[in-house]
């Protein structure tokens, strides 16, 4: 690397320097013991000294100084460096595990869903209870999804082939027909934003996996059959949207 490289030639020099100035110190000591005439004034060879030996000292005082703060930069940088690399990591599993429980959410809502057929007639108040000796079947899951939506558009269906221009279905089944359509937007949201993401490509690639598991056992059906009914603009957009995504991976 260019910073060790510099470090290892600031060091050669400074040690050069100090070499020079150990060297030079021991010339001019061992000239003075071997000259018979002594100096009379001993301050005149110390200034001498200290003129030719400070100057190469200080130099590489200076060079080691300019080390030492180098390696707490170039330490600070790396921890800075650390540190942020952390950071990232932990923004990316936290993104990973928000949209991973997000798919889940929306798979566990699937599953939970629940209707009731009473008499062959879809249970939507206590009234569709009367006769006692009506059988009753019970559906869970995406099963449950699929049948109600079959009921409810076949009674619009019903009500539109009747000339009527408001159409009166009872409130909960448009509440059921609102939840269904949340968990589709919902699919639809969290669809596009692991799409958009800048995540790793390991857990981008294990979210689309999930994402796709989630369609095919769960939505198939539903966004099939959506498709072709008379729904709001934004909503036949969402669904066409995944429509055509997983139809273009399947070709």
Known sequence: MKQNKLINETQIVSFILIGLAIFGFVIIFFQFLWNAEKPENFGVLGDAL??????????????????AFYIQKLANDELKRQFLHTQKNE???????????????IANEINNFKISFHGGTLISDTNSLNDKSAKKYNFVGIQAINLFLVEYFKIRENKLSQGKTKIDIQDSYHSIHLHINNLIVAYFNVHLAVEQCELEIDHKNELIELLSFTYYSK????????????????AKEQIDYIYEHYKRITN
Do not use: C
């Open 50 to 67: 200290g003129g030719i030996l400070n100057p190469i000292i200080a130099i590489a005082s200076a060079l080691l100084t300019f080390i």
């Open 91 to 105: 923004h990316q599993d936290l993104l990973f595990k928000n949209y991973r429980e997000r798919i889940l959410l």
């Open 219 to 234: 939505f198939n059906y539903v966004i099939e059959f959506l498709r072709l009914q008379d729904l709001h603009p934004k």
